[in-house]
């Protein structure tokens, strides 16, 4: 019999996993405390797609055993997760946890083991408790990056004897960007000078968490730390100058401004020099520039979906504006580009290629992998065949196009350790709820049936094989 040659073969013990967070799967089930989401849901049920919001999710909550199973039955080795704080914490001030929730992650991450799935556990999904926005103003308070130090402190000495694989932050730029500028998150400000703080406290809050991970049993058990960032290169209009430093200031704040900070230890001077001039620099001390310096991260997550594309000013910014990044830049829609249609985002599998480069050129080459990657699109419903499997070709298609500019990186030298997909199942998005799919595996709403797609099957032979043809 013939052995089917693999074209696309990836390194020994690469990860072939898949994303997901606690919010989006696990229900509000015995949750104590509401986050930002659950508390806009509760005010404002008609800003979520078709009204459904975070109160079952995909049912983790009471499913997590058959959802684990299934994700090994497709050849899953390593998830990502969340813990989350209002689920986990009784008490914000003092870190006193509910053992409610003690028992469920205890149980999950067993599983997790059970089923040969290494468990990546990450601190912080967008789901910051309402009551901490409420009384201090979230992430715009010290006072709030010490009480998450404290409930990461609680991580590591209740889950570090088992997970050795840890994330700060999930897309802190999509914080600053959702809150306080665009207003796609909970408070929905527009607030340049608190976003650029906010900015500032995220990075100091992941290097704080990384300093007590570093005095951890976990770490002195060969535990490590990251973060998880979604770069989204900036490609200029054309090669003229305005162009290019339009796309240069796209890609100092939107991705160097957390990228920088985690691998290097320091904020890029001509952010800050922008910034400064602005007068809207953030309000640091040498402490705690020390404190970012001196604990960078051990190995990074990236999340790809799309890339950023930017032109010159076409018209000069109002001064008489509030402070925003868009004084610098407009958004530049190229023409023909690949687009996909259900999310409105353009199709690039190249930038994931040059994404790899850059870390590996500009960023001492860390060990990273991508941590998100996928395809949502919308009524999948109608892609199911007679024996009812969607046919979600469309996804298959994607993601061998983005492996395949990944492949030729690591080829290069780029030292990507793993792909995970978002998602293993799908889960509910923030605004968005079940708008757009992005699911190895289906959930029926009404049932909670789950059921394999085509990619589930896909991937499944594809990290049998450690690549693809």
Request: a negative charge; proline letters at 4%.
């Given at each position: 019999?013939?052995?089917?040659?693999?074209?696309?073969?990836?390194?020994?013990?690469?990860?072939?996993?898949?994303?997901?967070?606690?919010?989006?799967?696990?229900?509000?089930?015995?949750?104590?405390?509401?986050?930002?989401?659950?508390?806009?849901?509760?005010?404002?049920?008609?800003?979520?797609?078709?009204?459904?919001?975070?109160?079952?999710?995909?049912?983790?909550?009471?499913?997590?055993?058959?959802?684990?199973?299934?994700?090994?039955?497709?050849?899953?080795?390593?998830?990502?997760?969340?813990?989350?704080?209002?689920?986990?914490?009784?008490?914000?001030?003092?870190?006193?946890v509910d053992e409610e929730a003690v028992v469920f992650y205890n149980r999950v991450i067993d599983e997790l083991i059970k089923n040969k799935i290494i468990p990546v556990?990450?601190?912080?999904?967008?789901?910051?408790?309402?009551?901490?926005?409420?009384?201090?103003?979230?992430?715009?308070?010290?006072?709030?990056?010490?009480?998450?130090?404290?409930?990461?402190?609680?991580?590591?000495?209740?889950?570090?004897?088992?997970?050795?694989?840890?994330?700060?932050?999930?897309?802190?730029?999509?914080?600053?960007?959702?809150?306080?500028?665009?207003?796609?998150?909970?408070?929905?400000?527009?607030?340049?000078?608190?976003?650029?703080?906010?900015?500032?406290?995220?990075?100091?809050?992941?290097?704080?968490?990384?300093?007590?991970?570093?005095?951890?049993?976990?770490?002195?058990?060969?535990?490590?730390?990251?973060?998880?960032?979604?770069?989204?290169?900036?490609?200029?209009?054309?090669?003229?100058?305005?162009?290019?430093?339009?796309?240069?200031?796209?890609?100092?704040?939107?991705?160097?401004?957390?990228?920088?900070?985690?691998?290097?230890?320091?904020?890029?001077?001509?952010?800050?020099?922008?910034?400064?001039?602005?007068?809207?620099?953030?309000?640091?001390?040498?402490?705690?520039?020390?404190?970012?310096?001196?604990?960078?991260?051990?190995?990074?997550?990236?999340?790809?979906?799309?890339?950023?594309?930017?032109?010159?000013?076409?018209?000069?910014?109002?001064?008489?504006?509030?402070?925003?990044?868009?004084?610098?830049?407009?958004?530049?829609?190229?023409?023909?580009?690949?687009?996909?249609?259900?999310?409105?985002?353009?199709?690039?599998?190249?930038?994931?290629?040059?994404?790899?480069?850059?870390?590996?050129?500009?960023?001492?080459?860390?060990?990273?992998?991508?941590?998100?990657?996928?395809?949502?699109?919308?009524?999948?419903?109608?892609?199911?065949?007679?024996?009812?499997?969607?046919?979600?070709?469309?996804?298959?298609?994607?993601?061998?196009?983005?492996?395949?500019?990944?492949?030729?990186?690591?080829?290069?030298?780029?030292?990507?350790?793993?792909?995970?997909?978002?998602?293993?199942?799908?889960?509910?998005?923030?605004?968005?709820?079940?708008?757009?799919?992005?699911?190895?595996?289906?959930?029926?709403?009404?049932?909670?049936?789950?059921?394999?797609?085509?990619?589930?099957?896909?991937?499944?032979?594809?990290?049998?094989?450690?690549?693809?043809?």
């Open positions: 019999m013939a052995v089917l040659s693999i074209k696309y073969k990836f390194p020994e013990n690469f990860w072939w996993g898949a994303a997901t967070s606690g919010p989006q799967t696990e229900g509000r089930f015995n949750k104590k405390h509401a986050n930002v989401f659950d508390h806009w849901f509760d005010i404002e049920k008609e800003a979520f797609f078709n009204g459904i919001g975070p109160n079952v999710a995909s049912n983790f909550y009471n499913s997590y055993k058959e959802d684990i199973k299934l994700m090994a039955d497709i050849g899953l080795d390593s998830l990502r997760t969340s813990i989350q704080w209002t689920r986990l914490i009784k008490d914000f001030e003092t870190a006193e556990i990450n601190l912080q999904h967008f789901d910051l408790p309402v009551e901490l926005y409420d009384k201090y103003g979230g992430w715009e308070s010290k006072h709030v990056i010490a009480l998450f130090v404290l409930f990461a402190e609680k991580c590591f000495e209740l889950f570090g004897d088992r997970v050795k694989n840890w994330i700060t932050f999930n897309e802190p730029m999509v914080i600053v960007e959702g809150q306080y500028l665009y207003q796609f998150h909970y408070p929905n400000l527009v607030d340049g000078k608190k976003a650029v703080q906010v900015l500032y406290n995220l990075n100091l809050a992941s290097a704080k968490v990384i300093a007590a991970f570093k005095q951890s049993k976990c770490a002195k058990q060969g535990g490590e730390i990251g973060v998880v960032l979604n770069l989204t290169p900036a490609y200029p209009r054309s090669q003229a100058d305005e162009d290019v430093k339009a796309a240069a200031f796209v890609e100092d704040f939107f991705n160097k401004s957390f990228l920088d900070p985690a691998v290097k230890g320091e904020f890029t001077p001509s952010l800050v020099q922008t910034l400064q001039a602005d007068g809207v620099l953030w309000e640091s001390t040498p402490e705690e520039l020390m404190i970012i310096k001196n604990n960078t991260i051990d190995f990074l997550g990236v999340n790809y979906y799309q890339p950023r594309r930017a032109k010159s000013k076409e018209v000069a910014w109002d001064i008489e504006k509030s402070w925003m990044p868009n004084k610098y830049f407009d958004d530049y829609e190229m023409p023909g580009r690949r687009m996909n249609p259900y999310r409105g985002w353009e199709i690039y599998p190249q930038a994931l290629y040059d994404i790899a480069i850059n870390i590996r050129d500009y960023y001492n080459n860390i060990r990273w992998y991508v941590s998100e990657n996928g395809m949502g699109v919308e009524g999948e419903e109608n892609y199911r065949n007679a024996d009812g499997l969607i046919e979600d070709i469309y996804r298959i298609d994607f993601y061998e196009e983005h492996l395949t500019y990944l492949h030729k990186a690591i080829q290069e030298g780029s030292n990507c350790f793993g792909f995970h997909a978002w998602t293993p199942i799908d889960c509910w998005s923030w605004s968005n709820a079940y708008k757009n799919r992005y699911g190895y595996i289906a959930v029926d709403l009404a049932t909670q049936i789950k059921t394999i797609k085509k990619s589930g099957y896909w991937i499944k032979n594809v990290a049998k094989n450690n690549g693809f043809s």
